[in-house]
């Protein structure tokens, strides 16, 4: 069950051309887990990769709890983000103004628009990063990262408007043109094979492609039916976790791969490290067999 996530034939979305790994989806699915994982996978087979989070609750830390070579790990910290970005302006616009300018500007930048300004800019960044090194992006939970791709789409509609006037048509990449790239960025949904996750996860889809961005693939975690349990006392959940997983095949995913579930929480370098040799995402058809 195994053998599409060995290391001589891993799943599909861990290996080039695509540099850029997104994962998104509903909140305590395991996102943060899954992009370790995976992150940890590319490292030993011999890639660097920068591993982040959009997520302010700093799960990834938590998660992570060990130094890896070949891994840089670290986070959009919104405070953090804005204080640079205030930084950056005053530096630019602060030198030319007088005092009361200078207090004016600051005062300005004070607005609540800038905390999503600076972290659209440190989104960006990373997303440009994956031009020459494998990234893997953990996000926030569905609504921030709605959010994010707000101001990702304003960006771009601004940025197209301006290169129209200035005759830059074409000359111009923006970070929702290369979310939109799939030989560039993987979108990964994470769901847990119940209701509510699953019906978030398809209404998030549902928004990435109105702003024409096709996930790749959905990632059903915790899965029993994957892990093969035959208790008795299971037998209900596994029977609703199997309806879960003909609804997403039939009508949602194009692609679907299983994380089984652990009995053990995989927690620090270790743990996660086997995940990803033992139990990193595969695409066999779980079965009540």
Not at 190 to 201: D, G, K, R, Y
Not at 205 to 211: G, I, K
Not at 254 to 281: E, N, S, Y
Request: with cysteine; glycine share 6%; aromatic share 6%.
């Amino acid at each position: 069950m195994m053998s599409e996530s060995s290391p001589a034939n891993p799943p599909r979305f861990l290996v080039q051309p695509t540099r850029f790994l997104f994962f998104t989806g509903k909140g305590g699915v395991g996102k943060t887990t899954i992009a370790a994982a995976i992150a940890l996978g590319l490292v030993a087979r011999g890639h660097g990769v920068h591993l982040s989070t959009t997520d302010p609750a700093a799960h990834l830390a938590m998660t992570m709890t060990g130094n890896v070579a070949g891994l840089h790990v670290d986070r959009i910290d919104p405070k953090a983000e804005t204080e640079r970005y205030i930084a950056k302006i005053m530096e630019q616009k602060g030198g030319t103004l007088d005092a009361q300018g200078q207090a004016l500007l600051r005062e300005d930048l004070a607005s609540p628009c800038t905390e999503e300004v600076a972290v659209f800019h440190a989104f960006s960044h990373i997303v440009a990063e994956a031009r020459s090194a494998f990234v893997v992006l953990d996000t926030a939970p569905t609504g921030h990262s709605l959010l994010l791709m707000d101001a990702t789409g304003a960006y771009h509609r601004q940025m197209t408007r301006q290169s129209t006037l200035h005759d830059l048509a074409g000359r111009i990449t923006t970070p929702l043109m290369r979310l939109q790239d799939p030989d560039y960025t993987h979108i990964l949904l994470v769901t847990l094979a119940e209701t509510t996750p699953v019906s978030q996860a398809s209404a998030l889809q549902d928004d990435l492609r109105r702003a024409q961005i096709e996930p790749f693939a959905w990632i059903i975690n915790k899965s029993l039916l994957a892990a093969g349990s035959s208790d008795p006392l299971l037998r209900q959940r596994l029977s609703g976790e199997l309806k879960q997983v003909d609804r997403i095949r039939g009508f949602m995913a194009k692609r679907l791969f299983f994380v089984p579930w652990q009995a053990t929480p995989p927690v620090g370098v270790p743990a996660l490290a086997q995940l990803a040799h033992d139990g990193a995402p595969h695409s066999n058809q779980p079965s009540e067999d």
